[in-house]
């Protein structure tokens, strides 16, 4: 992430990746860098999952191993709702700008049931429990706005029609649009500024 957001709004590459990739970078003037670092309003990032860290016994950090078992999304993406209690947090000290999450949200095995509904509780769950993590966020950075994702179930440029995402199920053949459990679930906490989180 340091990769692409260092230059924009620090105003330099990290020391680290300057060093293991300089065979592979163009020469960068101080011109690029006026350019690539003009003054933005806002920082907007995309937040699915994270990973854990703690420091090693050599004092270097050590990924934390998943638990066996772990909570994942259709999609295979771990479960990690805390990452967006850390990760927002970490961008905000990091940059100091007002905080929008992007996109969030995961990808379930919906389908219709018998009673013409589409019933999809991991889906308001996961979101229960990332929302939870933000608002915690939100009570000590700069947090402006999270868009879930996604409104329907739509075409992913990496998973095709395989996935869905959306609060709303898509019939790719007839276009047919019906609400799933979750949309009416995010409609009151919209509604309630997710005063029930």
């Known amino acids: 992430m340091a990769w692409w957001s260092d230059p924009v709004l620090l105003g330099h590459y990290p020391e680290e990746g300057l060093i293991r990739y300089e065979k592979y970078l163009p020469k960068i ?7 690539i670092s003009e003054p933005i309003d806002m920082y907007g990032q995309n ?16 990924e934390v191993d998943r638990i066996p078992g772990y909570a994942k999304t259709a999609a295979n993406w771990p479960v990690t709702p805390e990452c967006l209690y850390w990760g927002p947090k970490f961008l905000y000290e990091r940059y100091q700008k007002p905080i929008y ?10 389908t219709i049931s018998l009673d013409g509904k589409v019933h999809d509780p991991n889906r308001i769950d996961f979101l229960a429990r990332y929302l939870g993590q933000l608002k915690r966020a939100a009570k000590e950075i ?13 075409f992913e440029w990496e998973k095709g029609y395989a996935e ?27 509604r309630t500024n997710g005063s029930e989180l």
Request: charged share 30%; with cysteine.
């Open 29 to 35: 003037t101080e011109e690029d860098m006026r350019l």
């Open 47 to 62: 937040i699915y999952n994270g990973r854990a860290f703690r420091m090693g016994a050599d004092g270097k950090p050590e």
């Open 101 to 110: 999450i992007t996109e969030n949200g995961m990808a379930c095995h919906d």
């Open 142 to 154: 700069d947090l402006k706005g999270y868009f879930q994702w996604s409104l329907m179930d739509n």
């Open 164 to 190: 869905r995402f959306g609060l709303v199920y898509v019939d790719f053949d007839t276009q047919e649009r019906i609400l799933k459990d979750s949309a009416y679930w995010y409609r009151d906490v919209i």
